[in-house]
């Protein structure tokens, strides 16, 4: 059964750089891409940005110039780092793997059928 | 960015009713359309994918359909189970952009 578990610090000052990692068991990461996705309490879902095993990412346009996501085969992990955080960056971070087949994983024509549990990470001063 | 708006915000209803929640995207997007579950504390879970494709172990009660703007989902007999926060999320095009979400309650 493939599982994906987030970790990293729950609370942060403003500034600082936000660091998260993924580690992914049951499978391998490699074959596939992962993407980041967050949640502001009690809102909606943002799309953050997504790596393929081979190291190839894009990111949301509103995060690209704070956003960077890598990955680490060794550990079958991927990571999120999101430099100078605010306030508005307080959020659930899940991990998800994406769903695709054929020509729509090319064509990026994806979904997230693989979550982890999510991780509240908390800016305040 | 495409704009995803769903209606209603929330819905009240009964075990073994038929509910039906709308997803409209700000430009077309063909049928690249997912639904997703979330109940409170747990990650969103995938029902729904290209529209009208079951997700594998999904419940036959749910269905969705539509293409182009205009996207709807329905569980056809509510269960106990199904009280949760649904969201819509088009593949079309980046950024990946979900719905605000409707919430499910138990009349």
New interface residues.
């Given amino acids: 059964q493939v599982q994906l578990q987030e970790s990293g610090p729950g609370l942060m000052k403003p500034s600082e750089t936000l660091s998260l990692t993924c580690t992914v068991s049951g499978d391998s990461i490699s074959g596939y891409y992962w993407s980041w996705i967050r949640q502001p309490p009690g809102k909606g879902l943002e799309w953050i940005g997504y790596i393929y095993y081979s190291g190839s990412t894009d990111y949301n346009p509103s995060l690209r110039s704070r956003v960077t996501i890598s990955v680490d085969m060794s550990k079958n992990q991927f990571s999120l780092r999101l430099s100078s955080v605010t306030a508005a960056d307080t959020a659930v971070y899940y991990c998800a793997r994406v769903f695709c087949s054929g020509g729509t994983c090319y064509s990026k024509l994806w979904y997230f059928d693989l979550w982890g549990r999510g991780t509240l990470v908390t800016v305040s001063s | ?1 495409i704009q995803m708006t769903q209606s209603p915000s929330s819905v009240s209803a009964s075990v073994g009713d038929r509910v039906t929640i709308t997803c409209r995207a700000s430009q077309g997007i063909s049928s ?1 359309l ?1 639904w ?1 579950q979330q109940k409170p504390g ?5 029902l729904m ?1 290209a529209a009208s494709s079951l ?1 594998s172990g999904v419940p036959s009660r749910f269905s969705g359909s539509g293409s182009g703007t205009d996207f709807t989902l329905t569980i056809s007999s509510l269960q106990p189970e199904d009280f949760a926060t649904y ?1 819509c ?1 088009q ?2 095009s ?8 409707t919430k499910l309650e138990i009349k």
């Fill in positions: 960015d690249w997912a997703y747990k990650a969103p879970k995938l994918y997700q969201y999320q593949a079309n980046f950024p990946y952009t979900f719905g605000q979400g």
